[in-house]
């Protein structure tokens, strides 16, 4: 199945063009939409010519022994089904994906249903799922010759480009809002050698001035509007569904900031369904912060036929998004597979990101939003006990560890943002105490700790 011949099309109206003539912005000429990868090839096939479903998934799984890079990375091994390179020599890879898929038996207990799995994206090289897509646009930002890339970043994105950029030899420049990204993810930016510059605008400003500033120099955009990027995005859809046995869970449960994610996710499960290699489509549930909500408000207003903007307020500051790019390509993810969208409380994202890391997992709060997100619908009644879900945990709790100290310490919440909680809180805090230097004195800290 080496089709290496991938085109783009437009998601608003639906025109094609190849992949260099798509402009510096990735925004269509005609109706300014967004532009989707696509492989005319593979509809082509018919009959014996088709992908043969059971080859590709014996394939796959074997180069997983293999020592190569390409094969060692989660995202390449399903090269067949990103044929978006001339040359494979190309890719730069940090030997991303394959990512742990964790049980969680005890919020299964909690929550009463059967099944609940944490698909740790967090794991990656550079602590997210950030990774995986940069792969594969750093790869093509490499083909394509370009010396400089560029992103606009509440943090993640913007460590995976220096550090993959750095991979490649390439400079990368970063915008990030000023005092609103976690010191973790500033760090790595420093540390991978990007240009780093902090703005006075939240992160929908920065990449709207980006949005100029790669129309005026030869920079390559490497945001999730860039449409190689959800490429490799919609591996881990492979990647769960290979850990089923190619039977998918019922339900895949994702934070929701600029929306690039749960559309990659879409994009790979409907792939893998339209080639044969699953028999259905999960549901997937995309899940926001209650002050960064725009796709809840569009579903809520218009079924998610228009967004109106926000501004965004959240501590999960990784998803403080007032105006999401992809919510067009996120909205068809969720309808077309019977999912929800639906908001939570920065209380509520505390206390689910406190009982992962209490599962011994954690992340970082925007991952939380799923956990909180899959007990409100089972609230609502929605999630049969029977089900299997899929939390998909986008960041690593180590990114954002100032959130962590300040909830355990007391001082992350305000009063009226825990009323009805703070029991809950309570029993999940685990503030480090000062003790004397003495067995006796530490021992005595253990009483009532059974
Ligand atoms: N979780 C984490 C940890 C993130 O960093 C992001 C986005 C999301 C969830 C939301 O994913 O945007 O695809 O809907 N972070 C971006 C960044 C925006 O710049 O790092 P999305």
Redesign the pocket.
Known sequence: MNDNLHQLRCFGCGARIDGAEAQPDFRCALCGDLFEVEYPGWGQRRGNDRPNPGALKWLWRERRCSSEALDQSGVWRFRELLPILQNFGNVVTLREGNTPLYHLPRTAKALGIDQIFAKHQ?MNPTG???DTGMTAAMSVALERGFQWVA?????????AMAAYAARAGLRSLVLIPEGKIAWG?LSQAMDYGAVTCQLPVD?DGCLRLLTEIVKEAPIYLL??VNPYRLEG?KTPAFEIAEAFDWNVPDHVI???????????LGKGFRELHELGLIARMPRISVIQAEGANPLVRSFAASQGATLEPVEAHTRAT??R?GN?A?WRK?TRAIQDTGGWCLDVTEAEIAVAKAELGAEGLGC?P??AVTLAGLKKLHARGVVAPGETVVLVL??HTL?DADYTIDFHRGTLLKEEETVGMEAKIDSLRRNAVAVEATPAAVLATLKGRA
């Open positions: 967090g997210s799922f950030k992103c606009a970043s509440t943090g993640n994105t913007s460590a993810k992160f945001n999730s995005q994702v934070p929701g900031g600029n929306l690039g994610n749960s559309s990659a990784a998803i998004i999401p992809s996120a970082e925007a991952s986008t960041g990114k």
